[in-house]
């Protein structure tokens, strides 16, 4: 059992993140002061016969590469639909030529992983003890938990504060992290891959796919990792939106993927494909529009 004053201390720290987070975008929206402005108000009260000389324009900041996503709740579901379309269309993209380069990288990297990695991490951690306390932490429902107290957390600070581009960056996260799972459960009831925890001692880790046996849509199976997926979906808006805080952010959806194989929920492969993909979704569907 963890003790109520971790369970506070946890709390507390979402509600620091998610403040500390939102608060550099506010001094951001607020309008900068012209520095030449005061000393030249000054000098023209000392000599008013003096002419003052226009200052020279100071060089403006380039443009945005893609302007703030439209988003709203009302304008959710249409999102969700274009984002879906894309999603689903992409294979007869790459088909054509388009983005095979990265469909590569994820091929050759979870292949080699399934054949390199499943097999020895398994057998690791289903005989290991080390990480038991780790895992009573880290389970399951905590991580779960903590994924979706972190932005609804951050999505009412942002209310309280009025602030339109942190309760934005909740809407993009929640959409992302939508996209995600519509995608894992398809791919979780095709692939049908065993989970770690149900390979039987001395079986193998990297050969049981389509042997999962569950209701369609349910997303039975392991690959990818569903976890793995929502919180690397969520972890890049708030990369994106938040760049100085982009390590924190990679930082806990990796620790997620981590718990996902010491629990024994998913092998390297499902976590890696769940972090490639949500990654993808969320840069490069949800946010480049």
């Known amino acids: ?13 979402i509600l620091w993140l998610s403040f500390t987070i939102s608060l550099p ?42 302007p703030d996503r439209p988003v709203s709740w009302v304008g959710l579901v249409p999102n969700l639909l274009h984002d879906q379309k894309d999603i689903w269309l992409f294979p007869f993209s790459v088909a054509r030529g388009h983005h095979w380069k990265p469909v590569l990288v994820f091929t050759l990297v979870t292949a ?4 390199t990695t499943d097999n020895p991490s398994g057998r690791y951690f289903q005989r290991t003890q080390s990480f038991n306390e780790f895992n009573s932490i880290f389970r399951d429902s905590h991580t779960a938990s903590a994924m979706f107290a972190f932005p609804v957390a951050f999505y ?33 009831d095709i692939s049908r891959r065993v989970q770690p925890d149900n390979v039987p001692v001395g079986g193998s880790f990297a050969d049981p796919w389509f042997q999962e ?18 919180a690397f979906s969520v972890a890049t808006v708030f990369a994106d939106r938040y760049p100085k805080y982009k ?43």
């Open 247 to 289: 390590w924190v952010a990679f930082g806990l959806a990796g620790l997620v993927s981590f718990t996902r194989i010491t629990l024994q929920a998913h092998n390297p492969s499902d976590a890696f494909a769940g972090a490639f993909l949500g990654f993808t979704i969320s840069h490069y569907t949800v946010q480049q529009f």
């Open 156 to 188: 009412g600070i942002g209310l309280i504060r009025r602030d339109s581009y942190a309760q934005h960056t909740f809407l993009l996260a929640g959409e992302a992290a939508l996209d995600s799972t519509i995608l894992t459960t398809v791919m979780k």
């Open 112 to 115: 080699t992983l399934v054949a």
């Open 1 to 13: 059992m963890i003790p109520k004053s971790a369970k506070l201390i946890a709390a507390l720290g």
């Open 25 to 66: 975008l506010r001094a951001q929206d607020a309008p900068a002061l012209d520095s030449a402005s005061a000393p030249a108000n000054g000098a023209a009260a000392a000599q008013p016969a003096q002419t003052l000389q226009p200052a020279p324009a100071a060089p403006q900041s380039p443009a945005p590469a893609s």
């Open 213 to 230: 046996h569950g209701s369609v849509l349910g997303g039975i199976g392991s690959f990818p990792c569903g976890h793995c997926i929502d």
